[in-house]
């Protein structure tokens, strides 16, 4: 089964921007991977942030967006606010039926 | 606004099956645009998806654990389950259902249940 690998832990300044990013150990993340992006906070279950790489729900914020980026899927937050301070998982589809999410970044807004 | 709402033991002791049913409200299961699933979170650790089913009973596993595992519908109780036999210790996790879409979007997941925690112990 593959691995996918992000940052443990990152740290940006309000206001600041920050990118997350989302690699495999199977080669570059492509389009291919529908790299999905998530939110969880202390005690709650996740949320669903992106999909489908670059795709916001309803109810994502605009300063959430996904790319790809240098090989693999990225997530950038862009004006961070306090309530950002969170757990991020990425989520790669491996040939459509088989999904392996990542180790999870911890995002503090300091 | 359709509610996932997770049920399950709590404790389960090594070696036993672990048995746990997620509630749908707000919407059928019976649902030909939607995978019904399941998601786990050890204490402190990332996400691990486990398993994805269809209103038609059709059955998709986590490699790692198609051997322990097995997920069903009882669309007359609008409810789907998930069985995991000879747990151990690293089988301690807060359990997830979720709701993922079937060919739309990519499959995204949109919806979640609360969770339950299940440890597993003597």
């Known amino acids: 089964q593959a691995v996918v690998t992000q940052e443990p832990s990152l740290t940006v300044s309000p206001g600041g921007t920050v990118t997350l990013t989302c690699a495999s150990d199977?080669?570059?993340?492509?389009?291919?991977?529908?790299p999905n992006w998530f939110q969880q906070k202390p005690g709650q279950a996740p949320r669903s942030l992106i999909h489908?790489?670059?795709d916001r729900h309803p109810w994502t914020p605009a300063r959430f967006s996904g790319s790809l980026l240098g090989g693999k899927a990225a997530l950038t937050v862009s004006g961070v606010q306090p309530e950002d301070e969170a757990e991020y998982h990425c989520?790669?589809?491996?040939?459509?039926?088989?999904?392996?999410f990542g180790g999870g970044t911890k995002l503090t807004v300091l | 606004q359709l509610q996932l709402q997770e049920s399950g033991p709590g404790l389960v002791r090594p070696s036993e099956t672990l048995s746990l049913t997620c509630s749908v409200s707000?919407?059928?299961?019976?649902?030909?645009?939607?995978?019904w699933g399941w998601v786990r979170q050890p204490p402190g650790r990332g996400l691990e998806w486990i398993a994805d089913?269809?209103?038609?009973?059709?059955?998709y596993y986590n490699p790692s654990l198609r051997s322990r595992v097995a997920a069903s519908v009882d669309a007359s109780k609008n409810q789907f389950s998930l069985s995991l036999t000879f747990v151990t210790a690293t089988d301690t996790a807060m359990y997830y259902c979720?709701?993922?879409?079937?060919?739309?979007?990519?499959?995204?997941?949109?919806?979640w249940g609360l969770g339950t925690l299940v440890t597993v112990s003597s």
């Open positions: 979720s709701r993922r879409y079937y060919t739309a979007y990519r499959g995204a997941f949109d919806i």
């Open positions: 707000g919407g059928s299961i019976n649902n030909r645009n939607y995978y």
């Open positions: 089913i269809f209103y038609t009973g059709s059955t």
């Open positions: 199977t080669g570059a993340v492509t389009s291919s991977h529908y």
């Open positions: 489908n790489t670059r």
């Open positions: 989520l790669l589809f491996y040939g459509g039926s088989q999904l392996v």
